[in-house]
């Protein structure tokens, strides 16, 4: 199971733009005469990851059989 986990893991951590627009913003100030497209690869592939993420995240927690039915609490 780990090797199929392992497989799937990239799908599943597609949407996490905070991160993304954070690391952008660091490496934007970081490097000036980049930063505008620093900035714009990464809002262009933000918007494009949070479009297609949960469905792919869904996914890969589906073909690693973790995305299971909700219960109730007891």
Known sequence: AEKLH???????LMP???VALGM?????????ANGQTIL????GA????????????M??????GEAGQISAPK
């Open 6 to 12: 392992a497989r799937w893991l990239g799908w599943a």
């Open 16 to 18: 996490q733009a905070g």
């Open 46 to 57: 933000t918007v494009i990851f949070e479009l297609f993420g949960p469905f792919l995240t």
């Open 24 to 32: 952008a913003i660091v490496a934007a100030n970081q490097f000036p």
């Open 40 to 43: 714009a690869v990464t809002v």
């Open 59 to 64: 996914l890969a927690l589906s073909k690693v």
